[in-house]
Structure formats: C-alpha cells, structure tokens
C-alpha cells in the first residue's frame, strides 16, 4: 500500500504566500508523474501543477508565474509554492501520483491515481 499526506495549507491575505508539501510513503521504488489538483466549493476538480520524475513541468494558465512545484525523488516528496496568491485560488488542494511503483521482497508492483486526503487553502482578507 502507498500513501500520500499533504500539509501546508491554511488562511492567509491576498497577495500572500503559502507552500504546500506531500510526502508518499510505502516500500516505493519510483514514482512517476506528481501533480497537485485543487477543487473549490461547486466546481470540477482541476489540475494546478503536475512534475515528472524528470523534473518536467506544467501549470494551469492561471497559476503560471505565481505557483512553482518542485519534487525530491529521494525523499518522494513534491511541495507547491503559491506566490500572489488570490481570492480565486482557494479551494482544497490535493497531492496525486498518477503510478506509484512499490518493491517489496523482490517484487514489483503499481499503484495507479493515488490521491493524499487534501488541504484547505484559503485566501481571504
């Protein structure tokens, strides 16, 4: 089995900032893609982030040049640092690893679309 677990979130003012960090754990060999998604009250769950093992990034328009997500391979690790942040961002924000490949007494397994249980960021004056 695999976990992920999300800390960092809270209130904080607009234009402040706020750095989110998810830890997966388990007897994991690698992970592959590791993104952050957010969902505010009454809309879709949306992608924010994603990095590849790489380092290979992407980000949804409206965060680009004030979120910037960064991951340790070593420490399975993937953090989010939200910059100028605004009202429109908050929402609940959430790790996922979309495969997961664990190794346990010799032999390997996957884990697909693996979610933390999520944080509330809120911005609001």
């Known amino acids: 089995q695999v976990q992920l677990v999300e800390s960092g979130g809270g209130l904080v003012q607009p234009g402040g900032s706020l750095r989110l960090s998810c830890e997966a754990s388990?007897?994991?060999?690698?992970?592959?893609?590791m993104g952050w998604y957010r969902q505010a009250p009454g809309k879709q769950r949306e992608l924010v982030a994603r990095?590849?093992?790489?380092?290979?990034?992407n980000y949804a328009d409206s965060v680009k040049g004030r979120f910037t997500i960064s991951r340790d391979n070593a420490k399975n690790t993937v953090s989010l640092q939200m910059n100028s942040l605004k009202p429109e961002d908050t929402a609940v924000y959430y790790c996922?690893?979309?495969?997961?490949?664990?190794?346990?007494?010799?032999?390997?397994?996957?884990?697909?679309?693996?979610w933390g249980q999520g944080t509330q960021v809120t911005v609001s004056s």
């Open positions: 996922n690893a979309d495969q997961i490949w664990t190794v346990v007494g010799g032999s390997y397994n996957p884990f697909y679309d693996n």
């Open positions: 388990g007897s994991i060999f690698s992970i592959n893609v």
């Open positions: 990095i590849t093992s790489g380092g290979s990034t």
